[in-house]
């Protein structure tokens, strides 16, 4: 887990004004200063040790955790936490039913797989050099969106979220089909809404990094665990 200090020199325990602020932020509160909330970092470690206790024991499991962010602190962050840990990602935008339309965008999943193999197959070079290239920018355009779940043949067990308040069209579908969810929640976010919220500030990419790296080590560290039992 990180410290109280690297969390606090992260910036993580800044908050949003006052008035942009949700009223049930409150609960993570430790003081005001400017019409500014500052975050309690004992509370956010608090929902931290949460938020692996509960991942550790899912992945253990074998359940699926699909990782959200994106906005542009936290996409490369939430990418790599992803592709180190073998899940599922979205960092471009959220398609409204990616969760509560899954069978739509399976479809889509199915375009993508079958464009990509009809570009690595041999056969692609006898294509007209305009049909060839618009192949390549539908599969380029659906790249985009769904690289990071291209894999993805069932619905995620969990939902993990940068910014709950930007991510809130996911939020809600995950909420619809009681897919649990783990977010970091800035004071402008509705923390009631979260299964596990963990108070931080989601503007800052020095605190999104340090949370997302830390859950890595914790749950790869359970990885090694688990292989060493074998």
């Not at 975050?39 to 074998?62: C, D, F, P, R």
């Not at 990071?148 to 089909?177: C, H, M, Q, S, W």
């Not at 509705?190 to 919220?197: A, F, M, T, Y």
């Not at 605190?207 to 074998?230: N, P, Q, R, V, Y």
Request: charged share 35%; net charge positive; proline share 4%.
């Amino acid at each position: 887990m990180p410290t109280l200090t690297e969390l606090l020199e992260a910036g993580a325990h800044f908050g949003h004004k006052k008035e942009k602020s949700f009223p049930r932020a409150k609960q993570f509160i430790y003081t005001i200063r400017d019409s500014v909330y500052v975050i309690n970092l004992e509370k956010t470690l608090e929902q931290l040790e949460k938020a692996v206790t509960y991942l550790k024991k899912e992945i253990s499991a074998g359940k699926t955790v699909l990782f959200l962010g994106t906005k542009s602190q936290a996409k490369e962050i939430v990418k790599n936490t992803a592709l180190n840990l073998h899940m599922p990602y979205m960092v471009e935008r959220w398609p409204g039913g990616t969760l509560t339309n899954f069978e739509t965008i399976r479809k889509s999943l199915k375009t993508l797989n079958n464009l990509e193999e009809q570009i690595k197959s041999p056969e692609f070079t006898k294509f007209t050099k305009k049909e060839r290239k618009r192949i390549e920018e539908k599969a380029g355009k659906l790249n985009l969106v769904f690289e990071g779940i291209k894999d993805l043949n069932n619905l995620p067990d969990v939902l993990f979220v940068v910014d709950t308040a930007k991510e809130l069209v996911a939020v809600k579908e995950a909420r619809k089909i009681n897919i649990p969810i783990i977010g970091i929640c800035d004071t402008n976010a509705n923390p009631d809404i979260i299964d596990i919220p963990i108070p931080a500030n989601d503007d800052s990419k020095n605190t999104i990094k340090i949370i997302l790296e830390k859950i890595e080590e914790s749950l790869e560290e359970k990885k090694e665990i688990k292989k060493e039992k074998k």
